[in-house]
C-alpha cells in the first residue's frame, strides 16, 4: 500500500487567497483525521471523520477552514481566506475503526503551507 | 480535557548511551498510549503502542512503559545510534464519539545522538 498521500506537499500563498489541501487515505480505513502542527502549539487535531462524515470539528479554528470526505477515497481542507498565521504542517491520518485495541493512526508526510 | 507533557524537549547524548524520554497526561482514562517519532520534514510513524490493561511494550532497543495511575509513560532507547536522531511524540488516546481513536499530543522530545 503507499500509504496516505497528501498534496501538495509544499504550498506558498498569499495572504487572502483560497488554499485546498488534499489527502488519499489508505484503502480500507475508514477514519480520516486533519492535523496541524506549528511550533507554538504542536501537533492539534482539526477534524476527523468516520465512514466519510465529520464527527468533531471542534478544533477547527474558524469559519475560514472547511473539510469534505465526498468519499471513502478522498478529503480536502480549504482555507479561504488564507492569512498568515495559517502557515503550518497539516497532517492527514486515517485509521481503520475495528474496535481493536492495537488501533493506530497512519500519517501522510504533510502539507508545508507558507502564508506571506 | 486531556493533556500531555513532555520533558525534556530536547536531549543530546554520545552514541551508545542509554536514554530515557518522559511522558505524563493528566487524565488516566485512555485507551492506549503511543510513542510516535517524526523526522525533520516527515510525518509520524508509530513505534510503540501500550494498551491501557498492559505495563510495557518492547520493539528491537525501544521500550516503552505505562503507569495509568501515576499518568506516566516513557520510552527507554537502550544503546543509541545516531540514526535515532530525531523528535519523539507520545500520544494519550481515548475514544471519542463513533468509536473514533482521539490523540493527544505531547509537543516531543527532539533527540540528537552523537557520533
Known amino acids: 500500500d503507499a500509504g496516505v498521500i497528501q498534496s501538495p506537499r509544499h504550498e506558498v500563498t498569499e495572504m487572502g487567497q483560497e488554499v485546498t489541501l488534499r489527502c488519499k487515505p489508505i484503502s480500507g480505513h475508514n477514519s480520516l483525521f486533519w492535523y496541524r502542527q506549528t511550533m507554538m502549539r504542536g501537533l492539534e487535531l482539526l477534524i476527523y471523520f468516520n465512514n466519510n462524515v465529520p464527527i468533531d470539528d471542534s478544533g477547527m479554528p474558524e469559519d475560514r477552514f472547511s473539510a469534505k470526505m465526498p468519499n471513502a477515497s478522498f478529503s480536502t481542507l480549504k482555507i479561504q481566506p488564507s492569512e498568515p498565521r495559517d502557515s503550518a504542517v497539516y497532517f492527514c491520518?486515517?485509521?481503520?475503526?475495528?474496535?481493536?485495541?492495537?488501533?493506530?493512526?497512519?500519517f501522510g508526510p504533510g502539507t508545508r503551507l507558507l502564508v506571506l | 480535557k486531556q493533556e500531555v507533557t513532555q520533558i525534556p524537549a530536547a536531549l543530546s547524548v554520545p552514541e551508545g548511551e542509554n536514554l530515557v524520554l518522559n511522558c505524563s497526561f493528566t487524565d488516566s482514562a485512555i485507551y492506549n498510549l503511543q510513542w510516535f517519532r517524526q523526522d525533520p520534514g516527515k510525518g509520524l510513524t508509530s513505534l510503540l503502542l501500550i494498551q491501557s490493561s498492559q505495563r510495557e511494550q518492547t520493539s528491537g532497543r525501544l521500550n516503552a512503559s505505562l503507569d495509568k495511575s501515576s499518568g506516566r509513560s516513557t520510552l527507554y532507547i537502550a544503546a543509541s545510534q545516531p540514526g535515532d536522531s530525531a523528535t519523539y511524540l507520545c500520544?494519550?488516546?481515548?475514544?471519542?464519539?463513533?468509536?473514533?481513536?482521539?490523540?493527544?499530543f505531547g509537543s516531543g522530545t527532539q533527540l540528537t545522538v552523537l557520533p
Open positions: 500520544a494519550a488516546t481515548i475514544i471519542s464519539s463513533g468509536s473514533a481513536r482521539q490523540l493527544t
Open positions: 491520518a486515517s485509521s481503520k475503526t475495528s474496535g481493536g485495541p492495537q488501533e493506530t493512526q497512519y
